[in-house]
């Protein structure tokens, strides 16, 4: 699926994991790397619904949530590219692109630094302690993420409170193929910090979304890019691959140091693209 959305600007923050008093638990020099358990993925049916479902433990201390941009903002790059680069344990679509100019409608911040401004939507936010929130910024308005370490506008917003709440023209989402019945994919988190990874090629229209992430516990939930994007990797295999290219993935690690290892890589290299 693909959204027609206008973006604007750019702003750079600094990385914040290594400053004092940001986070409760200081990520030791020397970290767990045995498999642990937090990240694990399964096969769900909700209300008849087929889907796939990979819940990360986000208690764990050395879970790491991230995003994987293509190499330069305003391209799309195959998801073996972007697997390649990340090398993370799991991996889901990320958020919507411009059909033409290939940009992300949403921010995106890696390792405290926000490396695009979109402006639009409801993002994911994960702070320096690995709690997993949801935050609906002003409408194509500039905000500090300070707080957090990771961030993917996506959306609209699913669940609130573990209600169904949508909204998605107010959250600037106005092409009709965002309510059409189609592939679709969600993030979500349960009351006790799970972080739920969502996908499904069973065609599901937008309410029929936020009903399978409440049947699956999530208290807070948004929807990533769906359609021909909907993509879910885990442990080497790619569970459901996309049918185009991709410009952004939100990555999972369970361990510390292999996040550590690939930050670079993560980021956009050019970040500068024609708006349209």
């Not at 959204?3 to 970290?31: D, I, M, N």
């Not at 680069?85 to 033409?100: D, E, L």
């Not at 935050?135 to 609209?156: E, F, H, I, K, M």
């Not at 459901?240 to 930050?263: C, F, G, H, K, S």
Request: hydrophobic share 35%.
């Amino acid at each position: 699926m693909v959204l027609l959305c206008f973006l604007a600007g750019s702003l750079v923050y600094q990385s914040r994991w290594h400053e004092p008093g940001v986070y409760a638990s200081p990520t030791p020099k020397r970290v767990q790397t045995k498999p642990t358990k937090s990240v694990v993925m399964e096969y769900r049916k909700v209300g008849g619904v087929p889907v796939q479902v990979v819940t990360v433990d986000m208690n764990n201390p050395y879970v790491r949530v991230s995003v994987a941009t293509s190499e330069r903002i305003g391209r799309a790059e195959s998801v073996w590219n972007l697997l390649a680069r990340s090398r993370p344990t799991a991996a889901i679509t990320g958020t919507y692109f411009g059909s033409n100019t290939k940009i992300p409608v949403g921010d995106i911040v890696i390792e405290g630094e926000r490396v695009h401004f979109g402006g639009v939507g409801t993002a994911l936010c994960i702070t320096y302690d690995n709690r997993v929130r949801f935050v609906r910024p002003p409408l194509n308005r500039q905000v500090s993420w300070s707080d957090y370490y990771t961030v993917l506008g996506a959306g609209p917003r699913l669940l609130v409170n573990g209600k169904v709440s949508l909204y998605p023209r107010g959250e600037g989402f106005r092409d009709r193929r965002v309510y059409a019945r189609t592939a679709r994919t969600a993030v979500g988190v349960t009351k006790h910090n799970k972080l739920l990874m969502v996908a499904s090629r069973h065609p599901m229209s937008l309410r029929q979304l936020a009903w399978v992430m409440k049947g699956l516990g999530a208290k807070e939930a948004i929807a990533l890019d769906g359609g021909s994007s909907t993509c879910l990797y885990y442990r080497g295999e790619l569970k459901i691959p996309p049918r185009r290219p991709l410009t952004n993935l939100l990555v999972v690690y369970e361990d510390a140091q292999q996040y550590e290892a690939r930050i670079s890589r993560l980021k956009p290299q050019h970040r500068f693209a024609k708006r349209y």
